[in-house]
C-alpha cells in the first residue's frame, strides 16, 4: 500500500505537468492561429484600399506587395475568391482597385467562361 501511494506521489505531479504543457500548447496554438487571421484580414484591407486612417493613401506598389504576400495564407484560398469576387466591393475601393483590379479581373473572367 505504502508503495502505490508513493508511487503515486510521483505520478501525479507529472500529469499535472502534462496536462498544463497541454493545456499551454493549445492555449498557443489558437493564439497564432488569430494572429494569422488578423495578418489575412490587414492585407485584404491593403488590397482594396481600406485603410485605419482616412487621410493616408495606399500605394499601389503597397497593394501589389499585399497580394504576392496573401500567397502563403492558402487556407483563406476560398474565403479570399469570395471577398474579391464580391459586387460591393467595386463600390467601396479605393481608385487602384476600381481602376486596374475590377477592369483586369473582369477581363479574366469573361476569357474563363
Not at 66 to 89: A, P, R
Request: aromatic share 12%.
Amino acid at each position: 500500500m505504502q508503495d502505490i501511494l508513493k508511487n503515486l506521489s510521483y505520478l501525479l505531479p507529472i500529469v499535472a505537468g502534462i496536462f498544463a504543457f497541454i493545456k499551454w500548447v493549445d492555449s498557443r496554438n489558437k493564439q497564432l492561429k488569430n494572429d494569422r487571421y488578423d495578418k489575412y484580414i490587414k492585407l485584404v484591407k491593403i488590397i482594396s484600399g481600406s485603410k485605419e486612417n482616412r487621410d493616408a493613401s495606399i500605394c499601389f506598389t503597397e497593394q501589389i506587395a499585399s497580394t504576392w504576400l496573401l500567397l502563403d495564407f492558402k487556407e483563406y484560398y476560398h474565403l479570399t475568391i469570395k471577398i474579391f469576387d464580391n459586387d460591393l466591393l467595386e463600390q467601396y475601393s479605393d481608385k487602384n482597385w476600381s481602376s486596374v483590379i475590377i477592369p483586369d479581373k473582369k477581363s479574366r473572367s469573361r476569357n474563363q467562361k
